[in-house]
Every structure is written in structure tokens, then in C-alpha cells.
């Protein structure tokens, strides 16, 4: 399980163009069309109808856990919010301020344990968001507490888990019984009683996508079976999104889809 990180130190994202970096991660981008890009058009989807009924330009995010992350310049580019992340790990800071600046963006960067953050970063933003973050606590209820704290009155937070209680989760525990170990399976219901628990409104929950099968996590296997596996997953996926683009009856649900979301508000 996770433990507690106690050192603090802030950094800032500059607006410089980044030079190439394979190693990093792509900023999640709905434009695209094709196969490929249909878990970016999905999420995407989902984020507008969640911020269907407030102006998001000019308002404030932060991402809990932003290592490299992906999802910083998106909210930026797509909704006008003013990004900022926090991190425990320097290394992984310094990744997500790369990934604004090779997409030609600032925003503020804050290397701060999650439960022991800067005082100017409590009850500051209008939005906060964690990705597959709070499964990995064995009481998740702290864990949504301690994200609430950084939201004003009234603020939103959005958090992202695998669906490790579906289908996922039984291939996870077969091929990779140590990642699974480390994690707490929530079902959708049980993710939404822990928002309760941590003095949360739930406004909204959800199962994403009918299937993603690259959510499993073979690092600790073999070069020969992460590499059919990944081929497979691959192929698997298409179908599956295919299939979820054209077909009426093919929609996410409790036991296939690979992630839950879950929208709350802050009393």
C-alpha cells in the first residue's frame, strides 16, 4: 500500500518548447479520429458532459499524483482551466512540467506529500482530479479527505479508478498477482460510499469504456509474453472499440469496462 511522503518543495512549469522526448508521455488530444484514439474521444466525452453546467475558462485544477502527467495540458487546452499538479517524487514533477512544455504550456508544479501540502494550496481549487490513485489506499475515505481539502467550497472532484472488481481485475490477479496485491478493488458503489465517508456529495458515477484491455499490467512478466500479450490487448481492443462505436447493446458496465469515474462535490 502507499505511505505517507513528508517532504515539500515547489517548482513551476515554464511555457518553453520542450525539445522531443520520446520517453514522454503524449497529452491526451480528443482531435484525432481512427480506432487508435477512441479512449481520448471517450474520456472526452465524459469530461464535457461533467462540465456541461459550469465556465470552466479561467478556473482552477489540480491534479493529485501528476507524474508525467498526460491530462494537464488536455484540461488546459479543452477547457480553459489554469493547471496545476502536485507530485511526491521530484523525478516525477519534473516529467509532468516536460509534458506541459512540449505542448507549449505553464502551469505550476508542486513536489508535496498529498497529505501534507502547502498551506497556500488548501481550499484554492475550483477542480481537483486524481487518476488511478485512491485504489491504491487500504482506506480510500482518507484519501479522498485529504483531496478534498485543496478544494473551495463547492468544488469538484473527479476520480478515476481501474475496475478491478470486473474483468480486469480477475486477468490482473492471474497474470500479475503482485499488482493486484497492491491495490484495494472498489466497485463503483464502493468508490462512491468512500466519497460519502470523506464528507463528499457524489453527484455523479460511471463505468468507462466496454473494454481496455492495455489497463492490465504485465511489467513483471516475461519479454515473450508481454509482447503477445501486448499484441493481443491490442487487437482486442480495436474489436472491442469498434464494436462499442457501431453496436447499441455494446456499452460499458459493471463487469468489462476497464475504469469507474466518480464526480463529487465539496459541502
Known amino acids: 500500500m502507499r505511505t505517507h511522503h513528508s517532504k515539500v ?27 487508435n484514439n477512441f479512449v481520448d474521444r471517450a474520456f472526452h466525452a465524459e469530461f464535457k458532459k461533467i462540465f456541461s453546467q459550469i465556465d470552466t475558462v479561467g478556473r482552477s485544477l489540480l491534479e493529485i499524483e501528476c507524474a508525467g502527467s498526460p491530462w494537464l495540458p488536455y484540461f488546459n487546452k479543452e477547457f480553459g482551466f489554469h493547471v496545476t499538479g502536485i507530485d511526491a517524487s521530484e523525478h516525477g514533477c519534473r516529467l509532468a512540467s516536460e509534458v506541459l512544455k512540449a505542448s507549449g504550456l505553464s502551469g505550476m508544479i508542486v513536489c508535496a506529500d498529498l497529505f501534507h501540502p502547502p498551506t497556500s494550496l488548501r481550499n484554492r481549487f475550483d477542480v481537483v482530479v486524481s487518476f488511478d490513485l485512491v485504489q ?30 470486473g474483468l480486469v481485475g480477475q486477468v490482473t490477479k492471474v497474470l500479475n498477482r503482485n499488482a493486484y496485491a497492491e491495490n484495494v478493488p472498489l466497485s463503483m458503489g464502493a468508490l462512491a ?75
Open 9 to 35: 518543495h515547489a517548482g513551476k512549469a515554464s511555457g518553453e518548447k520542450a525539445r522531443p522526448n520520446s520517453q514522454l508521455p503524449e497529452a491526451v488530444n480528443p482531435r484525432p479520429k481512427g480506432i
Open 136 to 165: 491504491r489506499f487500504e482506506e480510500p475515505a482518507e484519501c479522498l479527505r485529504s483531496m478534498s481539502e485543496f478544494l473551495k467550497p463547492g468544488g469538484m472532484l473527479i476520480t478515476r479508478i481501474p475496475n478491478l472488481t
Open 193 to 267: 460510499y468512500a466519497h460519502e465517508e470523506a464528507g463528499l456529495t457524489v453527484t455523479d458515477s460511471m463505468h468507462c469504456l466496454f473494454a481496455d484491455f492495455n489497463v492490465i499490467n504485465l511489467d513483471t512478466r516475461s519479454g515473450f509474453v508481454r509482447s503477445r500479450g501486448t499484441r493481443l490487448s491490442s487487437w482486442a481492443n480495436k474489436a472491442c472499440w469498434m464494436a462499442e462505436s457501431a453496436i447499441p447493446f455494446v456499452r460499458p458496465n459493471a463487469f468489462s469496462s476497464p475504469y469507474i469515474l466518480c464526480v463529487a462535490e465539496k459541502r
